[in-house]
Nanobody
């Protein structure tokens, strides 16, 4: 069993930056590929970014490529999402997800997602 707790959301203006964090506990963190998803009001949840178990491989949605950066620290059991050049369309609840023995590309395809956090709200004003 893995518990995931997101933090770092808030209200920012377009063009600003924000860094989300996800703290994991309960199992061997390095056994899990990690990902971020988001759900905007009235829309389905969508993939944002993922990172492999060791951190060497990353995968991004086209809509955030070049603006968002995912990273992880296996020593502190955390995964981060650095979000730069934020746009109003980035407004959503952001969720952290874990896939045991998964891959970054697999997370991007929605495969093997075992655990989810409760989410953190990001609001970008124009």
């Amino acid at each position: 069993q893995v518990q995931l707790v997101e933090s770092g959301g808030g209200l920012v203006q377009a063009g600003d930056s924000l860094r989300l964090s996800c703290a994991a506990s309960g199992d061997t963190f390095s056994s899990y590929a990690m990902g971020w998803f988001r759900q905007a009001p009235g829309k389905e949840r969508e993939f944002v970014a993922a990172i492999s178990r060791g951190g060497a491989f990353t995968h991004y949605a086209d809509s955030v490529k070049g603006r968002f950066t995912i990273s992880r620290d296996n020593a502190t059991n955390t995964v981060h999402l650095q979000m730069d050049s934020l746009k109003p369309e980035d407004t959503a609840v952001y969720y952290c997800a874990a896939a045991r023995f998964g891959t970054a590309e697999g997370i991007g395809a929605g495969r093997g997602l075992d655990y989810w956090g409760e989410g953190t709200l990001v609001t970008v004003s124009s």
